[in-house]
C-alpha cells in the first residue's frame, strides 16, 4: 500500500471524501453507534488506512450467537450490495467480543485500506482513546508522533496497535527517538508482545 505522503488536511479530505461516497456511516449506523476512530480524524495518517468502529447493544444472555456476528454480517451485506465492494476480508475475535470486515478501494490518488470493526464491548473501540489523544495534541506533539509514525511506516512496523501505544508515549512519557520508544515499551506493558519484539528487531539494525 506505501506510505501517505500528501498534507494531512489533503489525506483527511480524501478518506472523509471516500467514507462519505461509500456511504459507509450510514451503513455501519444502521446497526449500532459509529464512529471514524485513529489517525484520520487525528489527522496523523502515515498510512491510507480509515477505521470504523461500530458498537453494538449486547444480547440476550440466553442468545446462542453473539450480536456482533450478525451485525458485521449485515454491514457486510450492505458493502457489497450498495456499497459495490467486491472482496471482502472477514476476522473474528472471539477473546474481544469482535468482528473485523476489511477491504480496499483504489482511487486515482492511492488505495486506501478500510477495516470496519464490530464490537459489543464498548472498551474495545477507539473512540475513547481517539478523544483522549485530540484533546491533548500540540503542534510539538503532532509534529513528534508523525515523525515517529513515518520512522516506524517505512519500516512496515504500524501494526499490533503500535500507533495506540505511540501516542500515549510521546504525550504522557516524553519519547521522541526510536530509542526511546523502545526503552519505553520494555518497562510498560503494551497490548500487543509483538510490538516489542518488532521494537527489538528494529534496534539489531541501528
Given at each position: 500500500m506505501g506510505r501517505a505522503t500528501a498534507s494531512q488536511d489533503t489525506l483527511y479530505r480524501e478518506a472523509m471524501g471516500l467514507v462519505r461516497r461509500l456511504g459507509l456511516m450510514k451503513v455501519a449506523r444502521a446497526v449500532g453507534e459509529a464512529a471514524v476512530v485513529g489517525s484520520v480524524p487525528l489527522k496523523l495518517i502515515v498510512k491510507p488506512d480509515i477505521d470504523v468502529h461500530v458498537l453494538v447493544p449486547e444480547g440476550e444472555p440466553a442468545a446462542p450467537d453473539r450480536p456482533e456476528v450478525d451485525a458485521a454480517l449485515t454491514i457486510a451485506r450492505d458493502l457489497i450490495e450498495r456499497c459495490g465492494i467486491r472482496?471482502?476480508?472477514?476476522?473474528?475475535?472471539l477473546f474481544r467480543s469482535a468482528v473485523k470486515?476489511?477491504?480496499?478501494?483504489?482511487?486515482?490518488?492511492r488505495t486506501w485500506h478500510v477495516d470496519v470493526w464490530v464490537t459489543s464491548d464498548p472498551e474495545n473501540t477507539g473512540v475513547r482513546p481517539t478523544r483522549w489523544v485530540r484533546r491533548r495534541l500540540t503542534p510539538t506533539l503532532r509534529r513528534a508522533i508523525l515523525k515517529l509514525k513515518?520512522?516506524?511506516?517505512?519500516?512496515?512496523?504500524?501494526?499490533?496497535?503500535?500507533?495506540s501505544e505511540l501516542y500515549r508515549a510521546v504525550i504522557e512519557h516524553g519519547?521522541?527517538?526510536p530509542k526511546q520508544f523502545?526503552?519505553?515499551?520494555?518497562?510498560?506493558?503494551?497490548?500487543y508482545n509483538d510490538?516489542?519484539?518488532m521494537l527489538k528487531d528494529d534496534a539489531e539494525t541501528w
Amino acid at each position: 500500500m506505501g506510505r501517505a505522503t500528501a498534507s494531512q488536511d489533503t489525506l483527511y479530505r480524501e478518506a472523509m471524501g471516500l467514507v462519505r461516497r461509500l456511504g459507509l456511516m450510514k451503513v455501519a449506523r444502521a446497526v449500532g453507534e459509529a464512529a471514524v476512530v485513529g489517525s484520520v480524524p487525528l489527522k496523523l495518517i502515515v498510512k491510507p488506512d480509515i477505521d470504523v468502529h461500530v458498537l453494538v447493544p449486547e444480547g440476550e444472555p440466553a442468545a446462542p450467537d453473539r450480536p456482533e456476528v450478525d451485525a458485521a454480517l449485515t454491514i457486510a451485506r450492505d458493502l457489497i450490495e450498495r456499497c459495490g465492494i467486491r472482496k471482502l476480508e472477514v476476522l473474528r475475535f472471539l477473546f474481544r467480543s469482535a468482528v473485523k470486515l476489511g477491504f480496499e478501494v483504489r482511487l486515482p490518488q492511492r488505495t486506501w485500506h478500510v477495516d470496519v470493526w464490530v464490537t459489543s464491548d464498548p472498551e474495545n473501540t477507539g473512540v475513547r482513546p481517539t478523544r483522549w489523544v485530540r484533546r491533548r495534541l500540540t503542534p510539538t506533539l503532532r509534529r513528534a508522533i508523525l515523525k515517529l509514525k513515518r520512522y516506524y511506516a517505512e519500516r512496515d512496523m504500524c501494526r499490533f496497535g503500535m500507533s495506540s501505544e505511540l501516542y500515549r508515549a510521546v504525550i504522557e512519557h516524553g519519547v521522541r527517538t526510536p530509542k526511546q520508544f523502545l526503552d519505553y515499551a520494555r518497562t510498560h506493558q503494551l497490548s500487543y508482545n509483538d510490538i516489542l519484539r518488532m521494537l527489538k528487531d528494529d534496534a539489531e539494525t541501528w
